[in-house]
């Protein structure tokens, strides 16, 4: 029987670096100090417990107690003495990675069995945090009208579209219970943690602690719930659908039903029967499907030239042949539908051991609106990945000062793009349909995508983590993390010609019609850290070792792609030294400064982009080669900030930023040198490289009226520039196929959004009701002014126009025999707004200067149906409908 190498391979570098050990911090840590109320004098010897858990710690000879290794979340906090009355803290809140200062002053007890009951309330001003973090905890995610932690991400100052302080995408690192979970292939999250099921999001911009690697511009560290002692369960579910009365500009919405779109959640917990006390379970699962606001109409079906149902259609006095005419039902073009299931063991184990096991596998479906199949929906690409994760943690602890953390798991993502399953269907029409049945100005009469990919990223990541409070001042971290990783790719285009006897076929694997490989690459990462709390700062300081090993081949002459003899690529490594300092001004305001080197190699799709090294003369420059020696992107990021607290419940900050890029993906032109047995000499083609370069700088604004008297408020208001060489890493080939130079100097890029203000104003009584209304208003996005597909002016010197989005989300609530029932109404973009996501460049606006457009239509469509385009535009306004309930 073989035996599997990566496992082994894991377990081997785990006996060699377990003294070094990595985790990302998913716990926080309270401490304080106890005095005598009398004198004023220190209390040795106190006992410290967190309430309903076995955590707990007793003060030292000068009254001082820290408790380590606490999930984030709502505790309450108890001191007791001989002869004193017991302290009981309530509403003790616990955040990721941030210490909670609970101090204790207690009375002589009078009356035996005497205690004192305090109510806390969470600071306004967080004094040892050294960077930009927000941490939403699950009561803060109810209120907000959000589908998914994404929708989270994106309400924080300084996230333009899913770019963190004016990075590429990609350049995020997302963690579930301390573990990686991004697809290498593109860096895009494996899978999302639906909100039913997470404890607390912890999302850092900017700069980040040693601890974090493989990222440039932020960390979202999510912590997923665990089942208590006693059964809990939730439901929610929601209906509803896109309510618009623009349906000139999006057809088929007239047709409001309550399944258009709807979500059904659930969750239970508690403990696990016939195990007594000591295991506990917390389930979640979710069903969602959205219809899309996106339609077409089958005018027509995906059949080919070559149709036995072929005919001429009359179109306005011209003759029109079409293959085969279709119903002329609705299709949407743009539906989505999600499905998960999540289930997490906890259990006790050698006295206050702890492991815990969670699975999730979840499948989603859906397909990419294409603007050219507005009449032949039945042609378009079909999407849908499947993503499996199963995670294991061991905590140990190695006294009341140290414990030890083991994190092993496995997560695999298997994306498909497909029109049919089977790519020797039948119904694959032939493969220059499209291009026989396209026309000026016109939607395809028929044809289909003859794309057929199949992708898996497969990832086991072993990593261990010990934390230890060496002293009073100093909490120390120290690691080692391993990632490997098997990419697989099989992406075709289906043949169906003479050279097939017209029927559909699959090309040789190693041409330029059929891509296949699988690669091993894999990465290491090690860091040490100190979290240094004097009271008059807290600092932290670490620097963290990244290393990577693409273990590929690459050419040693790329002017001879055919016959250059092959190297096996570089290994990569860095030091990254990070600093950060909070200093308190007093005890309501602070002062924060950070600095750090940041290290994340580029998406590995375009490590191993056309690995055969296959020139393709018909594609030329539209297909590079991917470059398996390519350098690791770096980022230094300075940041400064002031948080100062106005009163009670209000609270002002004040950031800037300054962030320099370096070695950003970009691309190459290569030429087939002469005089060699090359094919294609002299030909050109691209290839991927390390060649550009961003700078990024602005400051944020945020205003914080904590909910209370019945209202809240924030504000945040961003001021951001952000600009490189090249937006697009295909650029340099893009810009070689238009007849232009490339840019040489800094211009903005695709998302320098320099305006961004996010409202959020809160009515409510909490647990009775509440009402949420989010406002995000950006300025316009950039774009680069043509005519007659010219550029006429410097790239992204135009701009577009603003955006303006409003989103409400209520909840009334009736508690009853301990049962929690609520209403809720979710409406997105509550004023029906008609925000331009995406413009023509001669007007900079969704319609085109139709004196540089002659020309009549030549399909079964208006010139003006064509130009007409609903997918420039932002979602109309989506009302939903819910109801939840939870015990």
């Given at each position: ?14 006996i ?46 000068e ?22 009355a ?8 616990v ?130 719930k665990?089942g208590?002692?006693r059964?809990e ?55 969602f ?35 085969s ?12 539908e ?95 349909a499209?291009?026989?049945l ?33 002293t ?33 076929a ?6 330029p ?113 991917g ?18 607290a ?32 090359e ?21 944020i ?12 408020i ?76 010219e ?36 409406i ?20 085109p ?15 003006e ?23």
């Open positions: 029987m073989a035996i599997p190498i990566r496992p082994i391979r894991l377990l081997l570098f785990l060699l670096f377990a003294p070094q050990t990595v985790n990302a911090q998913t716990t926080g840590k309270i401490s304080g100090r106890v005095m005598d109320a009398t004198d004023g004098q220190p209390l040795p010897g106190v006992n410290v417990v967190l309430e309903g858990t076995v955590q707990g710690s007793s003060s030292d000879v009254g001082d107690y820290f408790i380590l290794n606490i999930r984030p979340g709502t505790y309450i906090v108890r001191a007791s003495f001989i002869g004193y017991s302290v009981v803290v309530q509403n003790v809140q955040s990721i990675g941030q210490t909670t200062l609970v101090d204790f002053n207690l009375q002589e007890e009078i009356i035996e069995g005497e205690e004192i009951v305090i109510i806390a309330e969470k600071p306004l001003v967080q004094h040892d945090l050294t960077s930009s973090v927000i941490s939403i905890s699950a009561s803060e995610l109810e209120t907000l009208p959000v589908l998914n932690f994404s929708d989270v991400v994106a309400l924080q100052a300084g996230v333009v579209d899913g770019h963190f302080r004016g990075g590429r995408s990609g350049e995020v690192s997302y963690l579930v219970d301390g573990i990686p979970i991004n697809d290498v292939y593109n860096q895009s999250f494996a899978y999302e943690v639906q909100n039913n099921a997470i404890q607390e999001v912890n999302i850092i911009s900017g700069t980040f602690n040693a601890e974090f690697g493989q990222a440039q511009s932020g960390v979202v560290n999510i912590v997923t665990e208590g002692d059964l369960a939730s439901g929610n579910f929601y209906f509803g659908d896109y309510v618009s009365p623009g349906t000139d500009l999006f057809g088929n919405l007239d047709d409001v039903t309550p399944s258009g779109v709807y979500d059904l959640e659930g969750t239970l917990g508690g403990r696990v029967p016939f195990l007594g006390n000591r295991v506990n379970f917390f389930s979640s699962a979710r069903l499907r959205n219809e899309g606001f996106l339609f077409g109409r089958n005018i027509v079906n995906p059949a080919g030239t070559n149709a036995d149902t072929g005919q001429l259609v009359q179109v306005d006095g011209r003759e029109v042949f079409v293959p005419l279709g119903d002329s039902s609705w299709s949407s073009m743009n539906w989505s999600l499905s998960t299931v999540q289930l997490k063991l906890t259990a006790r184990i050698f006295g206050t051991s702890k492991l815990s096991v969670n699975a999730l596998i979840q499948d989603t479906q859906g397909q990419d609106f294409d603007h050219l199949f507005q009449y032949n929906p039945g042609g378009l690409l079909r999407n849908s990945a499947t993503a499996k994760s199963l995670t294991l943690t061991y905590t140990h602890l190695l006294g009341q000062k140290s414990f030890l953390d083991f994190k092993g798991a496995f997560f695999e993502n298997d994306v498909d793009r497909f029109l049919y399953s089977d790519p020797l269907d039948a119904r694959y029409p032939n493969d220059n499209l291009r026989q396209a026309g000026n100005f016109s939607f395809f009469r028929g044809g289909a995508s003859m794309t057929h990919t199949d992708r898996k990223t497969t990832t086991y990541v072993a990593k261990l983590d010990l934390t230890s409070q060496i009073k001042n100093h909490l120390v971290k120290a690691g080692f993390e391993y990632k490997d990783h098997e990419l697989f790719l099989d992406d075709f285009e289906v043949k169906n010609n003479s050279g097939t006897d017209f029927k559909a699959i090309p040789p694997a190693g041409t019609d059929h891509v296949l490989y699988t690669r091993e690459p894999f990465e290491m990462g090690a860091y040490i850290q100190d979290k240094m709390e004097f009271g008059i700062m807290t600092v932290n300081a670490g620097v963290r070792w990244d290393y990577f090993d693409a273990n590929s081949e690459v050419l040693e002459d790329f002017g001879r792609p055919r016959t250059s003899p092959r190297t096996s690529s570089t290994p990569k490594s860095q030091l990254s030294p990070r600093i950060g300092l909070a200093y308190p001004l007093s005890e309501q305001g602070v002062v924060h400064v950070s600095y750090g080197h940041f290290f994340q190699m580029p998406p590995f799709q375009f490590l191993f982009t056309n690995p055969d090294y296959i020139f393709d003369p018909e594609e030329g420059l539209n297909r590079p080669f470059y398996p020696d390519l350098e690791p992107q770096r980022t230094i990021a300075y940041e400064i900030g002031l948080s100062q106005l009163a009670s419940d209000i609270k002002i900050d004040v950031t800037t930023y300054f962030r320099d890029i370096r070695n950003l993906l970009g691309t190459r032109i290569e030429i087939i040198s002469a005089g060699f047995d094919f294609f000499q002299l030909s050109r083609y691209g290839r991927f490289i390390n060649r550009d370069f961003g700078q990024v700088k602005g400051f604004l945020s205003f914080e009226k904590r909910l209370s008297d019945g209202y809240g924030q504000i945040d208001y961003t001021f951001q520039v952000a600009e490189g060489n090249a937006s697009d890493p295909r650029s340099v080939l893009l810009d070689e196929q238009a007849g232009i130079e490339s840019e040489k100097q800094l211009v903005p890029l695709d998302w320098d959004r320099r305006h961004q203000l996010n409202t959020t104003f809160t009515l409510g009584s909490p647990g009775k009701w509440v009402a949420t209304l989010i406002g995000k208003l950006g300025s316009g996005l950039p774009y680069t002014p043509s005519l007659a597909d550029r006429i002016s410097v790239e992204n010197s135009g701009r577009r126009r603003g955006t303006v989005t409003f989103d409400l989300f209520a909840r009334k609530t009736v508690i009853e025999r301990g049962w929690r029932l609520s209403l809720i109404a979710r997105f973009n509550l004023f029906d707004t008609r925000n331009e996501v995406n413009v023509f460049t001669d007007t900079g606006r969704t319609f200067n139709l004196q540089f457009l002659p020309g009549e239509a030549q399909g079964l469509n208006t010139k149906q064509f130009l007409t385009r609903p997918d420039f535009f932002s979602p109309p306004r989506q009302i939903t409908l819910g109801l939840s309930f939870s015990f």
